[in-house]
């Protein structure tokens, strides 16, 4: 079971084989077959109801898969005596007590797996809530439960870290700090893990994508390569020679149609291609602008299969 | 942002301290001291007991002289030591202990903690026993000062009538002990229903049901219906509090009492071993 060669290698991947989990008659997960790798964020990206948080459970032990097995560095997390070195994880901002206070929280879960007191007031510190140590965690914010939550993750300074919907709650500069933390976490070397069921989150912070629905894989890839399946991107250009240059696109392989008063819809090619080709063969440009299908619209295409919860309207 | 140290060991199994159960320990003492709630709801409890057993031996000596000669010349030792540990004060001790076990438990599957607490130490059963045995240390120092102070403070009181019990009258000791040890029991069956339930009221009421009603509601002196009464903590317990040293059949001899209450904390234990091992 160990990937571990002879030398004492242990890489710190993710690793699920053929995950499955029913529960009586629905399968939340289905054979989900895929490697979260260090030094990148892994965006987890899926409608509600995916079973994301179902799989993330299951990484960490804590639900049993029907059938299939997910070992992070080569073991299953549940086989672990401790796991805060191993891997960091925030699956719920709720999963606290309200009761405590945050100091008391932090310091229950670090004593538990012998890491020194003084890293309380580190994490706390490093997620901003270093002022608010001694206030029970009942009133605090979304926002602030998920900083805490945050802060929990790193408690054990791991090599991988799990993050469940981490950007729910958070407002604006929230945001921003917590992409600015992932990717600081990944390019120390580091395996994150984060889920997500808008991708305009994951445009901007993800390296690699695995996006699920229904309890299926859709895709496993770069982010590049998944921005390339945005099949529907137009560009729009406009130009006194626009017969000459719709010509010269087709030939390249765009579909062109023209959008009256000089004016092309290009599609199937991406904007940069169109100036080229312009350059190339000296046609003058009055406008160059690529349009519509976001990575947005990329996901909610893949995924319109697949999503579990329809407005009406929509169905 | 300091806290945060780049790894620049990748490729090595991580380095960790070995995993020791007094961590566990450590951990769950911090968790119950951090709780105010429970802080509160234990001290209390303990003074209510107390006040209980206290004003039961102060009514005594309010009113000696309106009780018969009769009641006055037996009065010492029986009546004495019921004075220490009124049936009442048990059972408003049996009440909170067990809730406040239950909500030890309950409340950290309720709030999903547990989830976090699993992530943090993935081994469950080392979790569980750390969680019971702290508190039930915790209740069996609390049952050992609300115990001595009940007696002492108790007997203290009816010595101004001539008829306290000395700490070393035969069986004085052992009903002392015995008070002392309900509440580690109470808290642990408090403990074992909640990690079986997983919700604090239901757990609650199961505990209250076991531990105060079944053996309220038997009532009779057909053999085996006493037989079944004696299965229950409250039974072993009045059973252990009385100095007397036998009694007949069926009634439970001593032994088989310290038995009935050790069979509790060890199955209330056991049924939180096995349960811990669901999804939580």
Do not use: C
Not at chain 1, 188 to 203: C, N, P
Request: proline share 4%; aromatic share 6%.
């Amino acid at each position: 079971m160990r990937r571990a060669s002879a030398n004492g290698i242990v890489v710190q991947v993710i690793e699920l084989d053929a995950l499955t989990k029913r529960y009586g008659d629905t399968t939340a997960v289905a054979g989900l077959t895929f490697t979260v790798r260090p030094g990148r964020i892994t965006g987890f990206l899926g409608p509600n109801g995916a079973g994301k948080s179902t799989t993330l459970r299951m990484v960490l032990g804590l639900n049993a898969p029907s059938s299939g097995t997910v070992t992070v560095a080569g073991r299953p997390f549940g086989e672990l005596p401790r796991g805060l070195r191993h891997v960091g994880a925030l699956l719920d901002a709720a999963d606290v007590h309200g009761g405590r206070d945050a100091a008391g929280h932090l310091w229950a879960l670090a004593r538990s797996n012998r890491i020194p007191r003084a890293r309380v007031a580190e994490v706390l510190d490093a997620v901003g809530l270093e002022s608010v140590a001694r206030r029970r965690i009942g009133g605090f914010s979304l926002g602030m439960k998920q900083r805490l939550g945050i802060a929990t993750a790193l408690l054990g300074d791991p090599p991988v870290l799990l993050f469940d919907e981490p950007f729910n709650g958070l407002d604006p500069e929230g945001v921003l700090w917590v992409r600015g933390l992932f990717k600081r976490l990944a390019a120390e070397g580091r395996t994150v893990f984060v889920s997500s069921h808008l991708m305009s989150e994951m445009e901007n912070t993800a390296d690699h994508l695995v996006v699920i629905g229904r309890g299926r894989l859709i895709a496993d890839e770069s982010l590049a390569e998944f921005s390339a399946r945005s099949a529907g991107r137009r560009v729009v250009v406009r130009s006194p020679e626009a017969a000459r240059l719709a010509a010269v696109l087709t030939d390249e392989g765009a579909v062109v149609s023209p959008g009256g008063e000089e004016s092309l819809t290009v599609t199937g090619m991406p904007v940069e291609r169109v100036g080229e080709l312009a350059f190339e063969h000296r046609v003058l440009l009055r406008e160059l602008s690529g349009h519509g299908a976001s990575l947005e619209a990329a996901f909610m295409e893949l995924t319109a299969d697949s999503v579990e919860y329809l407005a009406g309207d929509r169905r | 942002m300091t806290a945060l140290t780049a790894l620049t060991a990748l490729t090595v199994p991580v380095a960790e301290p070995r995993a020791r159960f007094t961590d566990l320990l450590a951990s769950e003492w911090i968790k119950i001291r951090s709780l105010r709630s429970v802080a509160w709801a234990t001290g209390a409890s303990g003074l209510l007991v107390v006040f209980m057993n206290l004003a039961a031996a102060m009514s005594d000596y309010v009113n000696w002289f309106d009780y018969g000669e009769p009641v006055r010349a037996d009065f010492f030792p029986d009546w004495s030591i019921e004075a220490a540990f009124t049936q009442g004060a048990v059972m408003v001790g049996f009440l909170a202990v067990s809730a406040i076990g239950a909500v030890l438990v309950a409340s950290e599957y309720g709030t999903g903690m547990i989830r976090t607490t699993f992530a943090a130490v993935p081994a469950r059963r080392a979790v569980m026993a750390a969680k019971l045995l702290v508190a039930a240390a915790l209740f069996t120092v609390w049952g050992a000062v609300v115990a001595t102070v009940s007696f002492f403070g108790s007997q203290a009181i009816l010595s101004w009538r001539g008829v306290g019990v000395p700490i070393g009258h035969p069986g004085a000791v052992r009903v002392v002990v015995a008070s002392a040890l309900i509440a580690p029991v109470a808290v642990l069956v408090g403990m074992g229903l909640a990690a079986l339930l997983r919700h604090v009221a239901s757990s609650i009421v199961v505990a209250v049901g076991l531990l105060l009603l079944a053996p309220a509601l038997i009532n009779s002196q057909r053999e085996w219906l006493i037989q079944v009464d004696n299965l229950f903590p409250l039974t072993a317990w009045m059973r252990l509090s009385e100095l007397a040293t036998d009694v007949p059949a069926p009634y439970l001899t001593l032994g088989g009492a310290w038995a009935v209450l050790g069979v509790w904390a060890v199955v209330a234990t056991g049924l939180a071993a096995v349960v811990v091992k669901r999804d939580p």
